[in-house]
C-alpha cells in the first residue's frame, strides 16, 4: 500500500513562534497529520494551545523560551535531543513586525535592534543549535519564514523588511552549507494572512488616515494561516523533497 501524500506520521517537528498564527496553525495541523509537534514561544499561550492539540487526539510539548537568548535555545535543543531522541524538522517562523510606518529618522534605535534580534539573531540561534540533530535524521528538514517584504517587495516597517530580507538571504546560505549534511533548506514567503501581526499593520494604517480599523481589515480580504499551514506540513514531508529555494504564498 503506498504512503500518503505529505505524510508526516512519527515525525518530530519543533515549531518556534507556535502559539498563534502561521506556527499556531502549523502546529495544529502537523499534530493531526501524526507528528510529534514541539511548541517553541515567548508567550504562555503555547501552554494552552499544547494542551488543546492534546486534548485532540495529538502529541505536542510547549517550551516557552526566548529565541533571542542563546543559553535558552542550546538549552531547548538539549532537551529535544534527551527528551525526543532527535529532531527531523524545524520551523522558525518567531517573528515581530514593529514601527509600522515610521521614517528612518524617527525610527528607534532599540526598535530595530529588538525587531533584527526576534526576527534574525533568534532565527540564526534555533538553525545553530538545531543543525546537529538534523543531520543526524535521515532526511532533516529546515523551514524558515521569511516574507514578501524585503525579498520582492516594501514593508510598512524598515525594520521588518530588512529582517525578512536577512532571513530570506541566511536561508539560501544555509541551503547550500547544509546539503552535503542531508538537510534541505527552505524559505517561505507568506502574503497577507490573517494574524495579529497582520491585523496590528492595518490598525496602525486606519489610525493614521483616521478610517475604521475593522472595515479595512474585513477589505484586506486577508488569508487563512492554516492556508500556508499545509504547504509546512508538505515541506516537513519526504513529499517536500524536490522542492528548492524559496516559496511564495498569498
Known amino acids: 500500500m503506498s504512503q500518503p501524500i505529505a505524510d508526516i506520521q512519527g515525525k518530530t517537528i519543533l515549531i518556534t513562534g507556535g502559539a498563534q498564527g502561521i506556527g499556531g496553525a502549523t502546529a495544529q495541523l502537523c499534530a493531526e497529520r501524526g507528528a510529534r509537534v514541539i511548541i517553541t514561544d515567548i508567550k504562555t499561550a503555547g501552554e494552552a494551545h499544547a494542551a488543546a492539540i492534546r486534548a485532540n487526539g495529538g502529541e505536542a510539548v510547549f517550551h516557552q523560551i526566548d529565541v533571542r537568548v542563546a543559553d535558552q535555545v542550546e538549552a531547548l535543543f538539549a532537551n529535544v535531543a534527551e527528551s525526543h531522541g532527535g529532531l527531523d524538522v524545524l520551523i522558525c517562523a518567531a517573528g515581530v513586525l514593529q514601527g509600522q510606518y515610521l521614517q528612518p529618522e524617527e525610527f528607534p534605535l532599540e526598535v530595530f535592534e529588538r525587531v533584527m534580534d526576534i526576527n534574525v539573531k533568534g532565527t540564526f540561534l534555533c538553525t545553530k543549535y ?30 521588518y523588511g530588512t529582517s525578512k530580507g536577512a532571513v530570506n538571504g541566511m536561508g539560501m546560505v544555509l541551503a547550500s552549507h547544509l546539503a552535503n549534511r542531508g538537510i534541505r533548506v ?29 472595515a479595512m481589515i474585513e477589505a484586506a480580504g486577508l488569508g487563512d494561516p492554516m492556508g500556508v499551514a499545509r504547504l509546512l506540513a508538505y515541506l516537513a514531508s519526504d513529499d517536500g523533497d524536490y522542492v528548492r529555494r524559496n516559496l511564495f504564498t498569498r
Open 186 to 214: 527552505n524559505v517561505v514567503c507568506p502574503g497577507s494572512l490573517n494574524t495579529e501581526m497582520k491585523r496590528g499593520v492595518i490598525a496602525k494604517q486606519a489610525e493614521l488616515e483616521q478610517r475604521d480599523a475593522e
Open 130 to 159: 538545531a543543525t546537529p540533530l538534523l543531520a543526524q535524521a535521515a532526511k532533516g528538514v529546515m523551514i524558515l519564514i521569511a516574507s514578501g517584504a524585503g525579498v520582492i517587495g516594501g514593508s510598512s516597517s524598515i525594520a
